[in-house]
């Protein structure tokens, strides 16, 4: 059986997350992904190919696990994600015997394979509770991802009223 050659990527996501790398650090980053992909785990020479001293950054996004090999987590999760879901399909598949259960099985990948992080719906948030423009930068995670979002959804907040 072959290796699955794609992996959904959130470009939204992507973008917020390298917001503050240069374009050399995205490639660096984006190629590393790619590797990753490929052979599941890094190592500090696959690394140490790409990166220089100067790639804090982009080397913080493959922190060091257990196992002794580099590996972005979201990354991984995707892959997994996207292997459980094709392993589902063909599994399925193989049940069905007419034309028109497998065309109704193709037309469900849009909806199997959308992200459980999708972002809320700004109006869904306003309606929550008033006092989320008071409590919102204490409520996120410390992460410059998040506290990026947060200040966006502040803004999105403030422009509506």
């Known amino acids: 059986m072959a ?3 794609a992996v959904l990527l959130y470009t939204q996501d992507f973008l917020v997350g390298t917001i503050t790398m240069t374009n050399e650090q ?6 590393l ?3 990753q992909h490929q052979k599941q785990k890094l190592t500090l020479k696959d690394l140490q190919m790409y990166l220089t001293d100067e790639d804090i950054e982009v ?4 922190p060091i696990q257990a196992d002794g090999f580099y590996y972005n987590q979201r990354m991984y999760d995707e892959s997994i994600k996207r292997k459980n879901y094709t ?3 063909r599994s399925n598949r193989t049940k069905k015997t007419n034309d028109i259960d497998v065309k109704k099985i193709s037309q ?4 199997r394979m959308e ?3 999708e972002t809320v719906n700004v109006n869904e948030t306003v309606n929550v509770n008033e006092t989320v423009n008071d409590n919102l930068i204490d409520n996120v995670n410390s992460s410059r991802h998040d506290y990026w ?8 907040i403030k422009n509506m009223k």
């Not at 080397?59 to 493959?62: I, N």
């Not at 469900?108 to 909806?111: A, C, K, L, Q």
């Not at 979002?149 to 999105?156: G, I, P, R, S, T």
């Open 149 to 156: 979002l947060a200040v966006q959804l502040e803004k999105e």
């Open 87 to 89: 392993e589902s399909r």
């Open 26 to 31: 995205r490639g660096k980053y984006i190629t």
């Open 3 to 5: 290796k699955d050659p």
């Open 59 to 62: 080397a913080e996004k493959f």
């Open 108 to 111: 469900s990948y849009v909806n």
């Open 115 to 117: 992200n459980e992080n």
């Open 33 to 35: 992904l790619c590797l």
